[in-house]
């Protein structure tokens, strides 16, 4: 493994030791060990020169690199059955230029994605927004071997994945700290844009934890916005078809997950932004020991300081000021612990906290049950609070992985519709819909209130028959629902796979 960095052991740090930290977890499915590589103490700032293979000093050169990482990367091809729609979507898919997007049209649809191999044994790590709504998945390696894969965890508060391919032996990167990472470090973007091979990109690092809005996440339990987003931000060139591949650094180490890019074309234009190594890692390590990720919860609602219209009272100029504590406040650990509204964070543990995403980063790196002692700047006098974290349930516990049957997985309720209300319509039958989280509010635009008429082509009655005929439905099959909404009265169809 140490020869695998070989050539580019930098002049500047020839002193420096490297170190391995390999960490074994164990999948949930089959509790069979998971070996992550992490690597230590290898500083990667103010490079200049590089030490070939005979020791001689050389200008800086990417082709070593290069040529160890571009191994790794996959790239991944997504089949799923396309929904069919005869309106316009409501709204801009974020990721639709970034990651090629799934025309609407009947028949199955494809689309494309980078992955990044992180264990010997098959484990990739790739975007969530690559595979979700998937019934198939391809994986092609860069000697041009194709594999199926599978969806080992996805978390769509990071939109980040983990899948599984069977082969043993394959290059893969490991992961660095984040967070020694710096503003001006050089680094390579490598991927799979407009579905060519393996392409690499050098630039350096623009900016660290950037929250750009784009993870599109619903609202917790606490009527808190559940995305973390702390985006490391770089100019190195990244195109559609690079979601999901590695951001790394000179010795070839895994630095983020290339998510998406600020674009008024949909091209590079200037700013790329990954997810951090140090988020990618936990999440990773969560869905392979848990099988879903367990997130550490403060229980508060924050916005940076700078962004507040009345900044009088407050005597800091930093920091992530707590403008309440969402719906359920009698389960926020903050508030049991003493936090109040009005409060600035400015200080978890021993890192300074300068705004709102710097504090979500931080807490989301932290389990349920983890202490985390928080400074706060209240009416100009600093408090201290010792806080344990609680899960998003409220409680201190892990969060167990919820199995749901075939159909509960579709997260649909059927209503009987009145017979005034089918007549209007000139409907002689039909159901209505309520949507709940599942793989139909997620994979197709369907809305609260659609009048189901047809189900694979058959004619719907009533709720109890809809019932009836899905869970004659094995996991697998092809559902269509097609019908009207009571507004604007002509037919939509819908297809997901149960």
Same mark, same amino acid.
């Given at each position: ?60 050169d990417f082709t070593g690199v290069a040529e160890k990482v571009t191994q790794a990367v996959v ?119 407009f579905n060519l091979n393996s392409t690499v990109t050098a630039g350096i690092i623009s900016a ?38 590695? +951001?790394? %650094?000179?010795? !070839?180490? @895994?630095?983020? =997950? ?8 949909? $091209? ?120 344990? +974290?609680? %899960?998003?349930? !409220?409680? @201190?516990?892990? =969060? ?8 509960? $997985? ?89």
């Open positions: 493994m140490m020869k695998r960095f070989g050539s580019l052991i930098l002049a500047a740090v020839l002193g420096s030791t490297i170190t391995l930290v390999s960490v074994q977890w164990f999948n949930t499915n089959n509790k069979e060990g998971v070996r992550i590589e992490h690597v230590t103490g290898i500083p990667s700032s103010q490079v200049a020169y590089t030490v070939n293979e005979n020791g001689e000093t050389v200008p800086l790239h991944i091809k997504s089949t799923s059955s396309a929904q069919a729609s005869s309106r316009e979507q409501d709204s801009q898919d974020p990721f639709q230029y970034f990651f090629n997007p799934r025309q609407q049209q009947r028949g199955p649809s494809q689309s494309s994605g980078s992955g990044v191999i992180i264990n010997a044994d098959g484990y990739i790590v790739t975007n969530n927004h690559v595979v979700a709504g998937a019934d198939a998945l391809e994986v092609t390696l860069s000697d041009d071997r194709t594999y199926k894969a599978e969806v080992i965890g996805t978390d769509t508060d990071t939109d980040l994945a983990v899948l599984k391919i069977n082969q043993k032996e394959l290059p893969f990167l490991s992961f660095v700290n984040s967070d020694q990472s710096k503003v001006g470090e050089w680094v390579l973007a490598v991927g799979n844009p660290k934890g950037r929250n750009i809005n784009i993870i599109n996440s619903t609202m917790d339990q606490r009527g808190s916005r559940t995305a973390i987003e702390s985006f490391i931000q770089t100019d190195a060139a990244i195109n559609p078809g690079n979601s999901g591949g590695a +951001l790394v %650094n000179l010795q !070839g180490g @895994l630095l983020g =997950i290339n998510t998406a890019i600020a674009s008024p074309t949909g $091209s590079y234009s200037g700013y790329g932004f990954a997810v951090p190594s140090n988020i990618v890692s936990k999440i990773v390590e969560d869905l392979l020991s848990y099988g879903v990720v367990q997130r550490g919860w403060l229980g508060i609602q924050v916005q940076d300081v700078k962004t507040l219209e009345d900044k009088a009272s407050i005597a800091v100029n930093d920091g992530a000021y707590v403008n309440g504590f969402g719906e359920l406040e009698s389960m926020s650990a903050a508030k049991e612990a003493g936090i109040q509204k009005g409060d600035v964070i400015i200080m978890l543990d021993q890192t300074k906290i300068r705004t709102s995403s710097g504090l979500i980063e931080y807490i989301g790196l932290k389990h349920p049950g983890d202490k985390v002692v928080v400074t706060v700047n209240r009416d100009g006098k600093e408090k201290i609070f010792t806080i344990t +974290l609680k %899960n998003r349930e !409220g409680k @201190l516990g892990t =969060i167990k992985r919820v199995e749901k049957d075939a159909v509960a $997985s579709l997260g649909v309720k059927f209503e009987d519709v009145d017979n005034k209300i089918l007549k209007g319509l000139e409907l002689s039958s039909g159901v209505k819909v309520k949507l709940e989280e599942g793989k139909v509010s997620r994979y197709t635009d369907m809305k609260d209130g659609f009048i189901v008429t047809h189900i694979n082509d058959k004619t719907v009655k009533n709720a109890k028959e809809v019932n009836d005929f899905l869970k004659s439905k094995k996991a697998g099959d092809l559902i269509t629902f097609s019908g009207i909404y009571e507004n604007y009265p002509r037919e939509y169809i819908y297809a997901v796979r149960i």
